[in-house]
Protein backbone atom coordinates (compact mmCIF):
# COMPACT_ATOMS: atom_id res chain seq x y z
CA UNK A 1 0.00 0.00 0.00
CA UNK A 2 1.29 3.47 -0.90
CA UNK A 3 1.16 6.33 1.37
CA UNK A 4 0.89 9.90 -0.03
CA UNK A 5 2.20 12.71 1.96
CA UNK A 6 -0.43 16.04 2.01
CA UNK A 7 2.51 18.10 2.07
CA UNK A 8 4.02 16.98 -0.84
CA UNK A 9 0.77 18.02 -3.35
CA UNK A 10 0.83 21.32 -4.29
CA UNK A 11 -2.73 23.39 -2.92
CA UNK A 12 -3.57 19.94 -0.93
CA UNK A 13 -3.25 22.38 2.64
CA UNK A 14 -5.07 25.31 0.96
CA UNK A 15 -8.55 24.59 1.45
CA UNK A 16 -8.19 23.59 4.96
CA UNK A 17 -6.23 26.35 5.95
CA UNK A 18 -8.52 28.95 3.95
CA UNK A 19 -12.05 27.41 5.95
CA UNK A 20 -9.86 28.34 8.86
CA UNK A 21 -8.80 31.91 8.12
CA UNK A 22 -12.15 32.90 7.15
CA UNK A 23 -14.18 32.07 10.63
CA UNK A 24 -14.72 34.70 12.88
CA UNK A 25 -13.46 33.87 16.75
CA UNK A 26 -16.00 34.91 19.50
CA UNK A 27 -14.78 37.05 22.07
CA UNK A 28 -15.34 34.71 24.80
CA UNK A 29 -13.17 32.49 23.36
CA UNK A 30 -10.58 35.19 23.59
CA UNK A 31 -7.83 35.45 26.22
CA UNK A 32 -7.28 38.72 26.29
CA UNK A 33 -9.42 40.41 29.21
CA UNK A 34 -12.12 42.54 28.19
CA UNK A 35 -10.00 45.48 30.08
CA UNK A 36 -7.80 45.66 27.57
CA UNK A 37 -9.69 44.67 24.02
CA UNK A 38 -10.10 47.41 22.18
CA UNK A 39 -13.23 48.17 20.49
CA UNK A 40 -14.59 50.70 18.11
CA UNK A 41 -18.17 52.77 17.54
CA UNK A 42 -19.53 51.01 14.51
CA UNK A 43 -22.10 53.39 12.87
CA UNK A 44 -22.78 50.69 9.85
CA UNK A 45 -25.58 53.34 8.63
CA UNK A 46 -22.73 55.23 7.95
CA UNK A 47 -19.93 52.84 6.69
CA UNK A 48 -19.07 51.47 3.00
CA UNK A 49 -17.98 48.29 4.30
CA UNK A 50 -21.25 47.65 5.73
CA UNK A 51 -22.06 45.52 2.97
CA UNK A 52 -19.26 42.79 3.56
CA UNK A 53 -19.26 42.97 7.35
CA UNK A 54 -20.54 40.44 9.61
CA UNK A 55 -20.38 42.74 12.59
CA UNK A 56 -22.95 45.08 11.31
CA UNK A 57 -26.05 46.00 13.92
CA UNK A 58 -28.99 48.14 13.30
CA UNK A 59 -27.98 50.34 16.18
CA UNK A 60 -24.18 51.57 16.88
CA UNK A 61 -22.58 49.26 18.32
CA UNK A 62 -18.74 48.49 20.13
CA UNK A 63 -17.00 46.64 18.17
CA UNK A 64 -14.10 45.27 18.45
CA UNK A 65 -10.63 46.75 16.24
CA UNK A 66 -9.60 43.56 14.69
CA UNK A 67 -12.90 42.64 13.80
CA UNK A 68 -13.58 45.81 12.00
CA UNK A 69 -13.37 46.32 7.97
CA UNK A 70 -11.72 49.71 8.31
CA UNK A 71 -9.28 48.44 10.64
CA UNK A 72 -8.20 45.13 8.76
CA UNK A 73 -5.02 45.30 6.24
CA UNK A 74 -5.41 46.24 2.66
CA UNK A 75 -5.30 42.35 1.97
CA UNK A 76 -7.98 41.34 3.95
CA UNK A 77 -10.27 44.49 3.17
CA UNK A 78 -13.15 44.03 0.91
CA UNK A 79 -13.87 46.74 -1.73
CA UNK A 80 -15.70 50.27 -0.33
CA UNK A 81 -19.12 50.73 -1.44
CA UNK A 82 -21.79 53.50 -1.14
CA UNK A 83 -23.22 53.51 2.31
CA UNK A 84 -26.86 53.14 3.16
CA UNK A 85 -26.56 57.14 4.11
CA UNK A 86 -24.59 58.20 1.12
CA UNK A 87 -27.98 55.76 -0.53
CA UNK A 88 -30.29 58.20 1.06
CA UNK A 89 -29.01 61.32 0.75
CA UNK A 90 -28.70 60.91 -3.06
CA UNK A 91 -32.37 59.56 -2.52
CA UNK A 92 -33.87 62.54 -1.19
CA UNK A 93 -31.97 64.74 -3.48
CA UNK A 94 -33.71 63.09 -6.29
CA UNK A 95 -36.82 63.13 -4.55
CA UNK A 96 -36.41 66.85 -4.31
CA UNK A 97 -35.98 67.08 -8.30
CA UNK A 98 -32.31 67.76 -8.69
CA UNK A 99 -30.84 66.20 -11.85
CA UNK A 100 -28.30 63.06 -11.20
CA UNK A 101 -26.35 61.35 -13.59
CA UNK A 102 -27.58 58.36 -15.43
CA UNK A 103 -25.23 55.97 -13.05
CA UNK A 104 -26.34 57.62 -9.66
CA UNK A 105 -29.91 57.18 -11.14
CA UNK A 106 -29.45 53.10 -11.95
CA UNK A 107 -27.94 52.64 -8.81
CA UNK A 108 -31.03 54.83 -7.10
CA UNK A 109 -33.46 52.54 -9.29
CA UNK A 110 -31.28 49.31 -7.72
CA UNK A 111 -31.23 50.37 -4.36
CA UNK A 112 -33.78 52.81 -3.20
CA UNK A 113 -36.37 52.66 -5.80
CA UNK A 114 -39.02 53.95 -2.83
CA UNK A 115 -37.18 56.79 -1.61
CA UNK A 116 -35.06 57.22 1.26
CA UNK A 117 -34.77 54.12 3.88
CA UNK A 118 -34.97 56.28 7.08
CA UNK A 119 -37.77 58.94 7.35
CA UNK A 120 -35.49 61.68 9.14
CA UNK A 121 -32.01 62.26 7.82
Same mark, same amino acid.
Given at each position: ?6 ? #? ?10 ? =?? #?? =? ?9 ? +? &?????? $?? #??? $??? @???? @? ?12 ? $??? &? ?5 ? +????? #? ?21 ? @? +???? &? ?8 ? +?
Amino acid at each position: MRSTNIA #STPGALEKPLKA =HL #SR =HVAPSTSRVPP +I &YRETTM $CY #SYM $CPY @AYGC @AEKTSRPAQVMMRR $CMR &YMPDELR +IEPGV #SDLALDLLAKRRQGGEQLSKETT @A +ILDQ &YRPNGPMRKR +I
